[in-house]
C-alpha cells in the first residue's frame, strides 16, 4: 500500500511541477513584452517566480521579436517559443509553441 501511495505523490508532484513551468514559461513572455516596452533593446534575462526560475531570450527582427522562456520548476522543464509584434500599441503574440527537448 506505501509503495501505491508514494508513486501516486510522485506523479501528482511532478504534475503540478509541470504546470507551474508551463505557467512560469508564459510568465517570462508576459515579462519580456513589458520589458520591451520600457527598453526595445532588451534581450533577456532570468527571473524567479515562486519556486522556479524563469530564462528568457529575446532576438530582435525587422518588425518582430522571437521570445524563448525556459522555466524549471523541481525536475519539470518547459519552453515555450513566442512571435511578438507591436500592433497599435499593443503587443500581439503572432505565434506560439512549445518546444520539447528534441526539437
Known amino acids: 500500500m506505501y509503495v501505491k501511495v508514494h508513486s501516486e505523490n510522485k506523479i501528482v508532484?511532478?504534475?503540478v511541477n509541470s504546470r507551474q513551468a508551463i505557467y512560469g514559461?508564459?510568465?517570462?513572455i508576459e515579462w519580456?513584452?513589458?520589458m520591451l516596452?520600457?527598453?526595445p533593446a532588451?534581450?533577456?534575462g532570468t527571473i524567479?517566480?515562486?519556486e522556479g526560475t524563469v530564462k528568457v531570450n529575446v532576438l530582435a527582427g525587422e518588425k518582430n521579436y522571437t521570445v524563448t522562456s525556459?522555466?524549471?520548476y523541481g525536475r519539470a522543464q518547459r519552453i515555450l517559443k513566442a512571435e511578438l509584434a507591436k500592433i497599435d500599441e499593443q503587443w500581439l503574440i503572432m505565434k506560439y509553441q512549445e518546444i520539447h527537448e528534441h526539437e
Open 70 to 72: 525556459l522555466a524549471q
Open 48 to 50: 524567479g517566480i515562486g
Open 32 to 34: 519580456a513584452k513589458v
Open 37 to 39: 516596452e520600457k527598453d
Open 25 to 28: 514559461a508564459e510568465g517570462g
Open 13 to 15: 508532484r511532478r504534475e
Open 42 to 44: 532588451f534581450m533577456g
